[in-house]
């Protein structure tokens, strides 16, 4: 590493193209991330690895020129020039956004497409950036819900700084979001908040009344009584008996009983916003995502209720960005769609004139990896004002590239899936026979690979990643996946290349 600094002495102070010509790209077993040399002044910053490690590199002319703020063990040069090896910390991470802005995550409000690209590692951004570079979209770099914090050992902050290095080692400066992904306190959404996460989604499901979805007349008729009497009065004025014309032949219409059950249903949820909203707005001015989650129901979100809400919160005066209905048919995790694609398409079209009539926000697609089927209506439909968002399908791409490359990890990765899945079932809905899945002892290494392309195979490797990332595993994934790194960033770049292509993304001009 002392050579790569040595290699940059004679050019600091004479520009990033200079730099990037002239630094030595590998010295024994180190090797620079060539996008990553940047100048500050008479001083560079780039990112190296070696086999076991990615390190910040910082070079300067003197003390005097080397930038603060940078920890790391300090070298001396030639000709007076000093260095600092600096370990992927904190500290460093802020260190990156104090002098290159560009790194640190910013509201997307304004962008029409956005993608959410949940990294549970900390080393899918490369390809994710790779993937964005081409299409016009803004993706949400940083994104991670207090589940998977729990079940990967991670925090906020560790989530924000790993893609901060990693849009530093890409130069990518087109801007990303960070995401707090389905929080449901304000407590919760303040630690997000408290690592500059400008996007909140906010999971609604517990201050909802969902099981008033189920309920018969009189069970809504006596709960609708016990509401605010200048509410009540509102809601049937309002709502009872309206047909709300949205275009395109379409209409969405709410009987009395519909628009009361939807008050009964709603309005502590829809208040509870108001509250998170005023707060991100105290807090961020307006410098903030707001995504309205109301997917995490056991039923479809009808258009009549979807359409109550959005005027519901426009009328509190509530600004959101997005908002996820739960669709019709299953939306399980790491496989396609499950469900009558018809259908599907005839009242995704309804979801999406209601957003286009209430204020243009974006759809919201959740568990949206690996829906190729009905991506391209998606696309269509929300005239690609949207939002998708995807987290475990990077995961597995790594699973795949472990099956490829290291077979006898990827045989006790399987078998800790296998040990930890009734517990890991309790977490997550899904309707695998996970009896259709060939023992892998049965199974050459060669084969391996394939069993990513099994729905059953996928949905267990899925659910279990929190027991193979915080057990005894460990260290033997991240070992492999630093080595295997190149195939990695393949992989995702590739995967996440098919999803844009088939929502009907426009590339960048």
């Not at 802020?94 to 790194?103: D, G, I, N, S, V």
């Not at 991670?144 to 925090?155: A, D, K, P, Y």
């Not at 957003?355 to 990896?369: D, E, L, T, W």
Request: proline letters at 3%; one cysteine or more.
């Amino acid at each position: 590493m002392k050579k790569i600094a040595e290699s940059l002495t004679a050019y600091l102070g004479k520009g990033e193209a200079v730099l990037r010509e002239k630094v030595l790209k590998n010295s024994g077993a180190v090797a620079v991330y060539p996008a990553s040399v940047h100048a500050i002044g008479n001083a560079a910053v780039l990112m190296c690895r070696d086999d076991e490690k990615k390190y910040l590199l910082i070079t300067a002319a003197g003390d005097k020129y080397m930038p603060a703020g940078f920890t790391g063990e300090k070298m001396v040069l030639d000709n007076k020039a000093v260095a600092l090896k600096g370990e992927l910390t904190a500290d460093n991470a802020a260190a990156l956004r104090k002098y290159f802005p560009w790194t640190a995550p910013k509201s997307l409000r304004n962008v029409r497409t956005t993608v959410g690209c949940g990294d549970r590692l900390g080393l899918a951004t490369v390809g994710h950036v790779r993937a964005a570079k081409k299409v016009q979209i803004s993706p949400v770099l940083a994104q991670q819900s207090m589940r998977e914090l729990t079940m990967t050992g991670r925090t906020f902050r560790n989530v924000v700084d790993d893609a901060c290095f990693l849009v530093f080692a890409e130069d990518y400066r087109d801007g990303y979001g960070a995401d707090g992904d389905h929080l449901k306190t304000i407590k919760d959404i303040d630690t997000a908040l408290a690592v500059g996460m400008p996007m909140i989604t906010l999971d609604l499901s517990d201050v909802m009344n969902a099981a008033a979805g189920d309920w018969d007349a009189a069970a809504v008729e006596k709960a609708f009584a016990g509401l605010p009497a200048d509410l009540q009065q509102l809601v049937v004025s309002g709502y009872a008996g309206k047909n709300f014309v949205l275009g395109d032949g379409v209409a969405v219409e709410l009987d009395e009983l519909t628009a009361k059950r939807c008050a009964v249903m709603y309005t502590s949820a829809l208040d509870f916003a108001f509250q998170v909203y005023e707060h991100l707005k105290s807090a961020r001015g307006d410098e903030f995502d707001l995504e309205i989650s109301i997917d995490e129901t056991s039923s479809p979100t009808l258009p009549s209720h979807h359409l109550f809400i959005v005027r519901e919160l426009r009328r509190r005066g509530v600004e959101f960005s997005s908002l996820a209905p739960r669709f019709i048919g299953e939306f399980q995790k790491a496989i396609d769609y499950i469900g009558d694609l018809d259908e599907f398409d005839r009242q995704f079209k309804v979801h999406a004139l209601i957003a286009q009539n209430y204020g243009n926000y974006k759809i919201s697609v959740h568990s949206g990896s690996d829906k190729f089927a009905v991506y391209p209506t998606v696309g269509r439909e929300t005239r690609h004002y949207l939002h998708l968002k995807t987290a475990g399908t990077s995961w597995l791409e790594a699973v795949t590239v472990i099956a490829r490359n290291d077979p006898a990890l990827y045989r006790d990765m399987h078998q800790c899936a296998l040990d930890n899945v009734e517990a890991m079932l309790k977490l997550y809905h899904i309707t695998a026979d996970f009896n259709k899945i060939p023992a892998v002892s049965t199974l050459s290494d060669a084969e391996l690979p394939a069993l990513m392309e099994m729905p059953e195979a996928r949905q267990l490797l899925h659910i279990n990643y929190g027991p193979i990332l915080t057990g005894n595993l460990r260290e033997r994934f991240f070992k492999a996946m630093h080595k295997f790194e190149d195939a990695y960033n393949a992989r995702i770049e590739a995967h996440f290349d098919k999803h844009l292509s088939l929502l009907g993304v426009p590339a960048k001009n």
